[in-house]
């Protein structure tokens, strides 16, 4: 019995190791290009907090329109007030905030919604989510949390905002 359970907790660890242990899903996009952080496979040195900026799309409509769009621009998440979804491996890269960011860090969006109770789940399981990837890497929040905002303003290769004006 005890070689049994032994057995059953080195299956259940190496099948949690080979998954995300992060999202309610996984639907990963296929064919993206598999390219390496800058650090190598793996090897993201943060995460870019991002928001849909498509109020009361829910994550599947995210991954389902990333899926037919990828060429120009994809994520590795999208959480939303029912669900997180993983849609590309945190091992390469995403396009989700110009070159710079891209090659470095990992790519989360929010799905945005103005009814404040959907907003306050699906704000709960973005933060969750930011602080898993954060910490899988052992990584510090003040290092290792940027927004799409703070990219533009410091490492370019975008113009975008989110998810400020989301958040006020």
């Not at 470095?104 to 969750?128: G, I, M, P």
Request: glycine share 6%; with cysteine.
């Amino acid at each position: 019995m005890k070689q049994l359970l032994g057995i059953v907790t080195i299956v259940c660890i190496v099948f949690s190791l080979s998954t995300s242990v992060f999202a309610d899903r996984i639907l990963l996009i296929p064919d993206v290009p598999k390219t390496p952080y800058r650090g190598g496979i793996g090897a993201y040195e943060g995460v870019v907090a991002h928001s849909t900026a498509t109020p009361e799309a829910p994550a599947i409509n995210i991954q389902r329109y990333e899926t037919r769009t990828w060429r120009s621009a994809f994520v590795h998440y999208a959480v939303d007030w029912n669900e997180s979804i993983q849609i590309a491996s945190t091992e390469y890269i995403a396009y989700g905030a110009g070159p710079a960011a891209n090659k470095r860090f990992v790519h989360v969006e929010l799905c945005e919604t103005a009814d404040y109770t959907k907003f306050k789940r699906s704000y709960e399981q973005y933060v969750k989510l930011l602080a898993k990837i954060l910490k899988a890497n052992n990584l510090s929040v003040e290092k290792g949390l940027w927004t799409h905002n703070d990219v533009r303003k410091y490492l370019g290769g975008t113009d975008h905002e989110d998810p400020i004006d989301y958040l006020r």
